[in-house]
């Protein structure tokens, strides 16, 4: 988690910006009362990664609706990254390296014991997508 804490989105790897990107641009979605997947929809298109919206939608839903307290996101726009932002991005970082003792420590953290199984799998789902599949940085 700290060696995301603080830091700016420039600094973050093209699949950390995207991860935190889209993070804050599904929590702004739903507060404006929009569906997510449509909103993030066309940039993970871009991104090539258009099979990773399922499994990072259900969870952030998990997140939102089975969470064990709220998370603070900045704004899609925002430079720096947030605490909650920094744990997530460790999570799915712990995911992409198979380390599940720390995935189920983490999650277990912050989402209710009944959406633990579910939350674990979304995670693990969506950092084997960004695994395979390098995330182009965005032209200059």
């Known amino acids: ?4 804490l603080d830091r700016t989105i420039l600094e973050l ?6 991860i935190a990107w889209s ?5 702004a979605a739903m507060g404006m009362q929009r569906c997510p997947c449509a909103a993030l929809g066309p940039s993970f298109q871009r991104w090539r990664v258009p099979e990773l ?4 939608n259900m ?3 998990l997140l939102n609706s089975e969470g064990e307290g709220p998370l603070r996101f900045g704004s899609p726009g925002c430079a720096r990254i947030h605490d909650d932002e920094a744990m997530l991005l460790a999570l ?6 198979n380390d599940y003792r720390l995935v189920q ?3 277990s953290q912050i989402v209710k014991p009944d959406a633990l199984s579910p939350f674990i799998v979304a995670v693990g789902q969506s950092s084997d997508v960004l695994r395979r599949t390098p995330v182009p940085r965005a032209p200059n």
């Open 1 to 4: 988690m700290y060696r995301f």
């Open 13 to 18: 790897a093209p699949g950390e910006q995207m």
């Open 23 to 27: 993070m804050r641009s599904w929590v």
């Open 105 to 107: 420590r983490m999650a």
């Open 59 to 61: 969870a952030m839903f």
């Open 92 to 97: 799915f970082h712990a995911a992409a390296d």
């Open 53 to 56: 919206l399922p499994d990072f």
